[in-house]
Nanobody
Framework: VQLQASGGGLVQAGGSLRLSCVVS????????MGWFRQAPGKEREFVAH???????YYADSVKGRFTISRDNALSTVYLQMNSLRPEDTAVYYC???????????????????WGQGTQLTVSS
């Protein structure tokens, strides 16, 4: 399984950006998908999760601003980010695994497959 994240860049505070992550290998519809981020000097943190059922979950810090979605036909998961803040600056990673239990979705160690990361920088 390979994950390829893209879409990062430099954006002003208050702006928007959409990240994409294409999954290849086994059928995309069998995976639960997550987005994590890691800022310099900080631990990787959970951002959002979408299950095979399309139910979604968010970190409190991004709730109401970010939207995770998936297109099974394109084997792609998206992270639409609005009202961006300087504290959103980080490398963003997509992750995947199968049959995840709900209590594990916020833990990076529970995902077996990872993309390479894409940098988001939000200027003030």
């Amino acid at each position: 399984v390979q994950l390829q994240a893209s879409g990062g860049g430099l954006v002003q505070a208050g702006g928007s950006l959409r990240l994409s992550c294409v999954v290849s290998g086994r059928p995309f519809s069998s995976y639960d998908m997550g987005w994590f981020r890691q800022a310099p000097g900080k631990e990787r943190e959970f951002v959002a999760h979408i299950r095979r059922s399309r139910h979604t979950y968010y970190a409190d810090s991004v709730k109401g601003r970010f939207t995770i979605s998936r297109d099974n036909a394109l084997s792609t998961v998206y992270l639409q980010m609005n009202s961006l803040r300087p504290e959103d600056t980080a490398v963003y990673y997509c992750a995947a695994d199968e049959g995840m239990i709900l209590t594990s979705i916020g833990r990076s160690s529970m995902y077996n497959y990872w993309g390479q990361g894409t940098q988001l920088t939000v200027s003030s």
